[in-house]
Structure formats: structure tokens, C-alpha cells
């Protein structure tokens, strides 16, 4: 290949590794800037949930139609498409005049979102051959991991500076850039859907089947005290699994099937994404709840949140490319395995740092090992999964990849808020008997705690009222040491949960893995 090939492939992945950034950066940047929305909109944080839940329910679930496309009609056309559908919705999202139409412009952004990460991997991996394509794998993992992790250093700087309609403008030259270099630098791959019809039927029930399960955990997560049981819950989620499941035996039964189910009885496929569901359950997951420890219990400000976290996220950049070329002459399986295993004594490390006076001082060891699990693991996974990938797979490999990490994330989410809520009740109800005050107002109290739950707890424990009773310091600290016990366990379970991905990685992924490992015929 000669060097000016060699130059148009790196502008490429530059062009790529923009709109992956982008689209995953979207998940999490809104996260900060919903108080000023609050304010702006004149509207309640409930209300904003859709800002946020739009935005991850569309991406998860148009993540594999997205892939499915992409494999039939040429990957750079959709990721083109979905790119300039991404810069439009950034900017509509900039302009909404009500909160209705900024839902909506966060739908249309999701789509656009799903289209460019579901493709990325795998225009990486036909854009790039041998050793070039685990370092370009590699970079490509870095950004993911980088743009997981910095929603709230870039979001905090930009709310705070240009307001929070700059959140989504900042999408759009960028895109335009990503858009021209796409066109000009990026390769196609070869249409597979010339001989073959869309599977519409698997598209609609895997629509329907993803988006009733994340929307049940969603409504979970909303309403923590609501008992699995309860229909408005149950009747989600199961119904969302009985939908997958027809969609398993319609895929099994027609000719040209959205996804072939028989990926997924290769064991080194299995691993990988159980790898992706342990990145999101464990990892991106935690984020969320380490922000808030930072901001609300700690004091630091959005800002001084996002640049302690460079702790986690700059390892991204420094390992990306490193962990590419060694996975070119190291076995990519027991990288991960150890890798997730220094992730696990990360979090370990968190949970016993966890103090009423904790401060960034006592966390920032185990903030690094997370940040060099990330760093490691998300580029080496990128690369094994591709491995032994045939190339009308490669697109669809990439979109359940992403969606195990992103229905990870959810789950996580949903569980390690349901772990902190009950450890934080139950540490109430045995702990503030023992104040001092009478008994309507310690039960009045108690109630508000509880229903607001360990985030909120917080403004509730140190609201001015509060402050001037003489009961309030007691008060404080058995409401600190609440919320302290709830982040322990939620440390130590997404240290249990990163543990178990890395045992399953051991025992499932290969060392190396070549197409004609797998017993499929190529399309003809």
C-alpha cells in the first residue's frame, strides 16, 4: 500500500472516530446540564427524564437495525446518512423552543448516534488489514472509552460558559467535518443485500423486544420502591423477553434473517460480549454514581467532577494504541482477563476508601486501576471481536457489541441504584432512632429521606430549614454514613461484576481466532 493510501486510511479513522465520540459523548454529557435546562424550561427534573431516556431507549434499540443496514447496503452510506441525521438533530436539539420538541430531537439524535458506533468497528476493520488494523481497533477503542468518560468534564465547561443549548451545537461543526472526511476518505465495503430482503419482521420484534425490556428497567430505576412484581414493571420486562423470543424462532426459520443466531454458539463471541456486558455494568455504570458522590456529597462542581475523573478516562488515550499493537503480538484474551481483574481491585480499593470525609485524595488509587481496565480492555475488545468475523458480519458483530455494552450500562445502572437505595433505607431505619427530636418530626423526616432516595438526600440533610434545628449536625452525619454505606456496596458490586467478566472471558474467548475457524459459508 502506498503512503498516500496509507494517509487517507488514518484520515478515515479520524473521520470515524469523530462521529463514535459524538454519538457516545450525547449519553452522558446531558447529564450535567439538566439543572439549567430545569431552569430554562421552567419545568421538574421528572420531566427531563425523557431528555435522557429518549436518547438511550432509541440508541439501544436501533443499534442492530443499524448494524443489519449497514452489512446489506455498504456501512460508509449509513454511517454517512446517520451522521449528517446526528448534526441535524444536534442542532435542532440547540434551537428547541419546548421541551416536547428537544425529546423528539433527542430520539432522531439517537438514531443517528446508533448508526455511526454500530458501523465504526467494522468500517475500522475493512478499512485496515494486519497489524494496522489492531492499532486502528486500538485508537478506536480509546475514543469510546475517552468519550464514555468525559461527559461531565465537557458538558460542565460548556454549560457553564456558553449555557446548555451549547451541548449540542458543539455537534455540529465537528459533524460537518466528520461528513466532508467520510465522503473523501473513507472506503466502502461491499453490499451484501443485493441477493437478499430486509428481514422487516426481525427488525420490528427486535425493536419492540429491546425497547419494552430497557424501558421496563427505565421505569424500575424511576421508581425504585415499585416491587418487580408490579405490573407496570413485570409486565414490561417479561414481555419484552417473550418478544425476544420470537424473534430468536422467526430468525431461526427465514431465509435471509436480520441476525444469524448461530454467532452466537461460538464461545469466543460469548465471551466478548459478556466482556461488553461487564464493561456497562460495571464500569459506565459506576460513572454515574461516582459523579454524584463527587458533586453532591463531596462539593466539587461539574468542572472539578470532570477533571478528577481524567484520572479514569485519560488512560483511554495513553492505552488505546498500546493495548493495539500488543494484541498484534500478545494473546488479546488473557489482556482483558487481567485487565478486568486490576478494574476489580479498582473498585474494591473505592469501597474501602469510602468515608464521611472521604475526598479526591483517598479515591484516586482506585480511580486509576478503573481507568486502566478501561483503557485496556475496550480497544482489545474491539479487535477480538472482529476476529473470525466473516465480512457480512462484521457490521452486526459491532452493533451487538455496542448493545451489550449499552443494555450493561442500563442494567447496571437500574441495579446498583437499587442496591444503594436499600442500603441507604436500611442504614436509616437502623441509625436515626438515635437522634434526639421528637418523634413526628423524626418520622417526617425519614419518610422525605427515604422517598428522596441517596442522591437527593443530601439537599434534604443540609436544607437551610434543616440547618437551624439543633438535631441537624446528628442528622447530617447519619445521612453522610447512609449514603456512604449504599456506595460501598455499590463499589464492591461493580467490583463483583468486572470480576465475573473476566472469569467468564478466561473461560470462553480464544486465543486467536480466524474466519475459517467458524463453520459458516461465506455469501455468495
Do not use: C
Amino acid at each position: 500500500m502506498d503512503k498516500q493510501s496509507k494517509s487517507k486510511q488514518w484520515i478515515a479513522l479520524l473521520a470515524m472516530g469523530l462521529g463514535v465520540f459524538m454519538g457516545l459523548l450525547d449519553v452522558t454529557v446531558v447529564n450535567v446540564a439538566l439543572p439549567t435546562m430545569a431552569r430554562g424550561f421552567n419545568t421538574t427534573f421528572t420531566n427531563l427524564q425523557w431528555v435522557l431516556n429518549a436518547y438511550t431507549l432509541v440508541y439501544a434499540v436501533t443499534l442492530m437495525i443499524m448494524s443489519k443496514l449497514g452489512d446489506m447496503y455498504g456501512r460508509k452510506k449509513v454511517f454517512l446518512g446517520s451522521l449528517i441525521l446526528f448534526v441535524i438533530a444536534s442542532a435542532i436539539n440547540g434551537m428547541a423552543p419546548s421541551l416536547f420538541i428537544l425529546d423528539i430531537g433527542r430520539g432522531i439524535q439517537a438514531i443517528g448516534g446508533a448508526g455511526m458506533m454500530s458501523l465504526s468497528m467494522a468500517l475500522v476493520a475493512s478499512n485496515f488489514e494486519g497489524k494496522q488494523r489492531g492499532l486502528a481497533l486500538g485508537i478506536l477503542g480509546s475514543i469510546i472509552g475517552v468519550s464514555s468518560a468525559s461527559g461531565p468534564l465537557i458538558g460542565g465547561y460548556l454549560v457553564e460558559h456558553f449555557g446548555w443549548p451549547a451541548i449540542f451545537y458543539v455537534n455540529v461543526p465537528f459533524g460537518i467535518i466528520a461528513v466532508i472526511l467520510t465522503i473523501f476518505y473513507v472506503a466502502e465495503t461491499p453490499s451484501y443485500g443485493k441477493n437478499h430482503k430486509i428481514d422487516l419482521v426481525g427488525m420490528i420484534l427486535s425493536a419492540i423486544g429491546l425497547f419494552a425490556i430497557i424501558y421496563g428497567l427505565i421505569v424500575k430505576e424511576s421508581h425504585p420502591h415499585w416491587s418487580w412484581l408490579d405490573f407496570r414493571v413485570s409486565g414490561l420486562l417479561i414481555g419484552g423477553v417473550i418478544v425476544m423470543v420470537i424473534f430468536v424462532l422467526v430468525e431461526l426459520r427465514v431465509e435471509d434473517p436480520m441476525m444469524d443466531i448461530k454467532m452466537f454458539k461460538r464461545p469466543h463471541f460469548l465471551g466478548t460480549i459478556a466482556v461488553a456486558f461487564a464493561l456497562g455494568a460495571g464500569i459506565y455504570a459506576y460513572n454515574a454514581f461516582l459523579t454524584a458522590l463527587m458533586q453532591n456529597y463531596i462539593g466539587y462542581s461539574a468542572v472539578q467532577t470532570g477533571v478528577r475523573q481524567l484520572t479514569i478516562s485519560a488512560w483511554s488515550l495513553i492505552l488505546g494504541p498500546v493495548a493495539g499493537i500488543l494484541s498484534a503480538r500478545y494473546s488479546k484474551k488473557w489482556m482483558i482477563v487481567v485487565s478486568l481483574l486490576i478494574g476489580g481491585l479498582g473498585f474494591f480499593s473505592m469501597a474501602k476508601a469510602i468515608s464521611p470525609t472521604v475526598s479526591f485524595v483517598e479515591l484516586w488509587p482506585g480511580m486509576v486501576l478503573m481507568g486502566l481496565a478501561n483503557g485496556m480492555v475496550n480497544p482489545l475488545l474491539n479487535t477480538a471481536g472482529m476476529e473470525g468475523a466473516l465480512p457480512n458480519e462484521m457490521g452486526m458483530v459491532s452493533g451487538l457489541l455496542n448493545v451489550f455494552r449499552q443494555f450493561g450500562t442500563t442494567v447496571g445502572v437500574v441495579g446498583l441504584g437499587l442496591i444503594q437505595d436499600a442500603q441507604f433505607e436500611n442504614y436509616l431505619n437502623a441509625n436515626l432512632h438515635h437522634i434526639s427530636m421528637p418523634t413526628q418530626a423524626l418520622n417526617g423526616i425519614k419518610e422525605a429521606l427515604i422517598n428522596a432516595g441517596p442522591f437527593s438526600g443530601h439537599s434534604i440533610a443540609f436544607s437551610s430549614r434543616i440547618e437551624k434545628a439543633p438535631f441537624a449536625h446528628a442528622l447530617q452525619q447519619v445521612v453522610i454514613k447512609a449514603y456512604d454505606n449504599g456506595m460501598a456496596a455499590v463499589a464492591i458490586t461493580s467490583g463483583v461484576i468486572v470480576v465475573l467478566g473476566a472469569i467468564g472471558a478466561a473461560f470462553l474467548m480464544r486465543n486467536r481466532m480466524a474466519t475459517q475457524d467458524i463453520e459458516l459459508k461465506q455469501p455468495k
